[in-house]
Structure formats: structure tokens, C-alpha cells
């Protein structure tokens, strides 16, 4: 069975300072990994995805993420934080090949702190 | 935008009353999944469909059923709610992947709040 873990709760970041969340998956196979945003009182938004390829995917809003086969990681990134990315982040892991469904961590709380 | 609506987006019902909650899609969609959300949970599966009265179940079903009588609906019913289901709820639709193979690219509606006293 796959699985997802984000071990960061919550993170607390100065605007303008650079921000990586953290994200480890389990799954036996080539996986489809994504990374999805949510603000308050909203849907959730694809922000990107890595199916194969460059390990380094861009999304929008400025994030990127990094696929790391070895560590089992898709860490997402981004350089400069704006107030406006306080949200909450979730990542989710899904079958590489065939139809199925996503399995989504537990979420990462994004404080941004002027 | 993949066009999706959630009706009521808020409900307040008192424990045993029966609910149901209704995803509509406008892209013709084959798969189309229903969530819950709970502080400290994430994201969890409830049910979700492949095609017209074909679903399955996720990984929290118990206490919830399902059904798809054509492409554009998904509808949710709670049969008898309980407290324990006060929840957000979001349906989601995903994109099929024809070269890949794969369906996995979700995308969510905005969500319906309930409330069970």
C-alpha cells in the first residue's frame, strides 16, 4: 500500500526567506507525485506534478520540487516566500501506471511572518 | 477550472437525519472520487466512481454510500449522521492520462461543511 508522510506540522517563514517543505512516499513502483495547496476556506489546487523525467519539476506560483528516487522524497521549494502562500500544503502520491487512486499526507501548516 | 460544483456548501443536520451531498462536473469526467477532511487527517477516501453506477470504496466508507446514475453527478449520503461525520467533504474529478494510462491528476470542488448536532 502507498503511503505519504510530511513531517513538518507546521512551518513558520519570514517573507522573502526561502522555504522547502518535506515530503517522503511509499510505494513499490514508479509513482505520480504531486504537490497541492489549500487557503483558507478553499478547495485544494495542483500546484505541480512529477510523473517522469527531469527530477525537478516547476509548478506554478514560483514552487518547484525536487524527486529524489533514493531518499523516496519530493521535497517542493521555493526561493522567495510571499504573505500570500501562507496555506496549507498536502502531498500526494499515486499509482504510476494503471488506474487508481491518490493517497495524500497529513498536510504542512505555512506560516509566513512579515 | 475542471468545472466542478458542490451542493449545499454548508449543511447543519442533527445526529440520525439522513444527508446527501451532490458533486456535479461539467467535463464529462469517468472518475470522480469524495473525500472528507478532519484537522490532523489530511485527506481521506471515502468513494469513488470509474463510470456510470460503477464505485468503489476508500478508505473510510463505513456509515456512507454512494451512487452515480449519470457522468455529470456523484451524489453522497450519509444514511444516518452521526457526529463523528461533521466534516469538510470534497469531491474531486480526475483527468485521465490516455498516454501514461493513468488518472491520477485530481482536481477538487470547493468543498461542502458539515455539521452534525
Known amino acids: 500500500a502507498q503511503s505519504v508522510t510530511q513531517p513538518d506540522i507546521h512551518i513558520t517563514v519570514s517573507e522573502g526567506a526561502s522555504l522547502e517543505l518535506r515530503c517522503n512516499y511509499s510505494y513499490g513502483a514508479t509513482p505520480y507525485l504531486f504537490w497541492y495547496v489549500q487557503s483558507p476556506g478553499q478547495g485544494l489546487q495542483l500546484l505541480l506534478k512529477?510523473?517522469?523525467?527531469?527530477?525537478l519539476v516547476q509548478g506554478i506560483k514560483g514552487f518547484e520540487a525536487e524527486f529524489k528516487r533514493s531518499q523516496s522524497s519530493f521535497n517542493l521549494r521555493k526561493p522567495s516566500v510571499h504573505w500570500s502562500d501562507a496555506a496549507e500544503y498536502f502531498c500526494a502520491v499515486g499509482a504510476g501506471s494503471g488506474y487508481s487512486t491518490l493517497t495524500f499526507g497529513k498536510g504542512t501548516m505555512l506560516l509566513v511572518s512579515p | 477550472d475542471a468545472g466542478i460544483t458542490q451542493s449545499p456548501r454548508h449543511k447543519v443536520t442533527e445526529t440520525g437525519t439522513p444527508v446527501t451531498l451532490r458533486c456535479h462536473q461539467t467535463e464529462n469526467h469517468r472518475y470522480m472520487y469524495w473525500y472528507r477532511q478532519d484537522p490532523g487527517h489530511g485527506l481521506r477516501l471515502i468513494h469513488y466512481?470509474?463510470?456510470?453506477?460503477?464505485?468503489d470504496k476508500g478508505e473510510v466508507s463505513d456509515g456512507y454510500s454512494v451512487s452515480r446514475s449519470k457522468t455529470e453527478d456523484f451524489l453522497l449520503t450519509l444514511e444516518s449522521a452521526t457526529s463523528s461525520q461533521t466534516s469538510v467533504y470534497f469531491c474531486?474529478?480526475?483527468?485521465?492520462?490516455?498516454?501514461?494510462?493513468?488518472?491520477?491528476?485530481?482536481?477538487f470542488g470547493p468543498g461542502t461543511r458539515l455539521t452534525v448536532l
Open positions: 466512481s470509474y463510470g456510470v453506477k460503477d464505485t
Open positions: 474531486a474529478i480526475a483527468r485521465v492520462n490516455g498516454r501514461a494510462g493513468t488518472n491520477n491528476e485530481q482536481f
Open positions: 512529477y510523473f517522469s523525467g527531469d527530477t
